[in-house]
């Protein structure tokens, strides 16, 4: 499914500022994302790429501003209210449980909402984890952590995806094949917000790049002019 650059947004971000105590980290974001688009956060290290993911998910609390999914207010919501609503966090250090088995951990989290991936058809989707089936966390590879915290979140039926970093650490075959599944899952139409470092990655798989400085969204490219236009990006990212 390709996302129609006319539709209304799935997700409107706006004025969004958040702290951890005191400290503030995010200074009046402002952006959206359409239904079906796959859209990446990019941005120097400690931006706000990731507590931005953590704001709309409401792992971080201390918020202001809008964030409005599908017409409904989500600030003041908590975690599990946000996840019923269908959106789902795979965070950067993917958070796998190591002594549960790849089984284990695939039906851990719960299903939430109908549309879920069922598991026989996640293990199909997956064959190097229904391979892994018995093997506990600790013995999986990087790429392997990486699919199972993926395939996790499709079995609750989650159709907005925030992915933190899915290519991180990972070799460059294997961050190929996280880009395959992406895409994959862009093409099944669910909606993707990727924190991503990796520009060649990021150019892959995406719609659009919104940059982020200082916890406020400065630019925004779509990805033709990332190709045409990458001294502009690598200026923001001092790269
Ligand atoms: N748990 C935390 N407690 C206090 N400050 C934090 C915490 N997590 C992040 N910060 C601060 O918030 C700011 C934004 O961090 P954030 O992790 O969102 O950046 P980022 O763009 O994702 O960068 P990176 O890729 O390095 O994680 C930084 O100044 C960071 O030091």
Known sequence: MNSDANAAPLLQVK??????????????MNFDVRPG???TLIGRNGAGKSTTLRSIMGIVRKRTGSICYEDEELIGKRTFQIAR??????????AIFSLLNVGENLTLPPVL??????????????????ERRKSRGTLLSGGEQQMLAIARILRTGSQF????????????????EIGQLILRLKAQGYTILLVEQ???????VADRHIVIEH??????????ELVSDMGRVKNYLGV
């Open 15 to 28: 004025d969004l500022r958040a702290w951890y105590n005191e400290s503030q980290a995010l200074h009046g």
């Open 37 to 39: 688009e796959l859209v």
């Open 85 to 94: 609503k269908g959106i789902a966090y795979c965070p950067e250090e993917r």
């Open 113 to 130: 909402r109908q549309g879920g991936v069922p598991d026989s058809e996640l293990l199909k989707q997956f064959p190097n984890l229904r």
């Open 161 to 176: 995806l925030l992915l933190d970093e899915p290519s991180e650490g990972l070799a460059p075959v294997v961050v190929k």
């Open 198 to 204: 990796n520009l060649q990655f990021a150019r892959l």
């Open 215 to 224: 916890g406020a969204v400065v630019d925004t490219l779509s990805a033709e």
